[in-house]
């Protein structure tokens, strides 16, 4: 029971589901839950005080600030391996190590305006980029080194609009547990 409670927390979405197929609806409407992803960040966390933004989503968690942090770590990197995947034939991708990245002084310490405003223009980016993309651009690929996978870029598109959702009910779900 207590392992099921764990899971909740930590996925509070679910686990991100690969579709059998990749639609041209599905991929818009992905698309626009990233175009719109900053702006539903921001509206939920806008307004919370320091003591807030320092508070874990669960234990042994990321706090608040750190999640913002972490978005925007993570959804330059997918930008970047748009840019590698579309420029390079199947580039074998660099991972990070974002538990580290978490850890760094600035995602620790920085206040959360200068990543909402970053995050306006990179997935304004982001969306412009992926709405830009042929048939023949979805299918190109990349490697992930962590498991020597293929990923193709019509996946990713799936897979960060699920990351962007997933962190912001970790947020969310913070936030009515605690009555904010």
Same mark, same amino acid.
């Given at each position: 029971?207590?392992?099921?409670?764990?899971?909740?927390?930590?996925? !509070?979405?679910?686990?991100?589901?690969?579709?059998?197929?990749?639609?041209?609806?599905? #991929?818009?409407?992905?698309?626009?839950?990233?175009?719109?992803?900053?702006?539903?960040?921001?509206?939920?966390?806008?307004?919370?005080? *320091?003591? +807030?933004?320092?508070?874990?989503?669960? +234990?042994?968690?990321? $706090?608040?600030? +750190?999640?913002?942090?972490?978005?925007?770590?993570?959804?330059?990197?997918?930008?970047?391996?748009?840019?590698?995947?579309?420029?390079?034939?199947? !580039?074998?991708?660099?991972?990070?190590?974002?538990?580290?990245?978490? *850890?760094?002084?600035?995602?620790? $310490?920085? !206040?959360?305006?200068? $990543? #909402?405003?970053?995050?306006?223009?990179?997935?304004?980016?982001?969306?412009?980029?992926?709405?830009?993309?042929?048939?023949?651009?979805?299918?190109?690929?990349?490697?992930?080194?962590?498991?020597?996978?293929?990923? +193709?870029?019509?996946?990713?598109?799936?897979?960060?609009?699920?990351?962007?959702?997933?962190? #912001?009910?970790?947020? $969310?779900?913070?936030?009515?547990?605690?009555?904010?």
């Amino acid at each position: 029971m207590r392992n099921l409670a764990v899971e909740k927390l930590r996925y !509070p979405i679910g686990k991100f589901i690969r579709p059998e197929i990749y639609s041209s609806e599905y #991929l818009h409407n992905k698309i626009k839950e990233i175009a719109s992803f900053p702006e539903r960040l921001k509206n939920e966390v806008i307004h919370l005080t *320091e003591e +807030q933004l320092e508070t874990p989503y669960r +234990q042994d968690g990321w $706090t608040i600030r +750190q999640v913002i942090h972490h978005c925007a770590d993570s959804h330059m990197n997918c930008f970047v391996r748009i840019k590698w995947t579309l420029t390079e034939n199947k !580039p074998l991708i660099k991972a990070y190590h974002e538990d580290c990245w978490a *850890e760094l002084h600035d995602n620790l $310490t920085m !206040p959360i305006q200068p $990543t #909402l405003s970053f995050l306006d223009g990179l997935h304004f980016r982001l969306a412009y980029i992926m709405n830009s993309l042929s048939e023949a651009d979805l299918e190109k690929s990349f490697i992930h080194p962590e498991h020597n996978t293929v990923i +193709q870029l019509k996946e990713i598109i799936g897979t960060y609009a699920w990351h962007g959702n997933h962190h #912001l009910a970790h947020i $969310t779900e913070l936030k009515k547990e605690k009555g904010w």
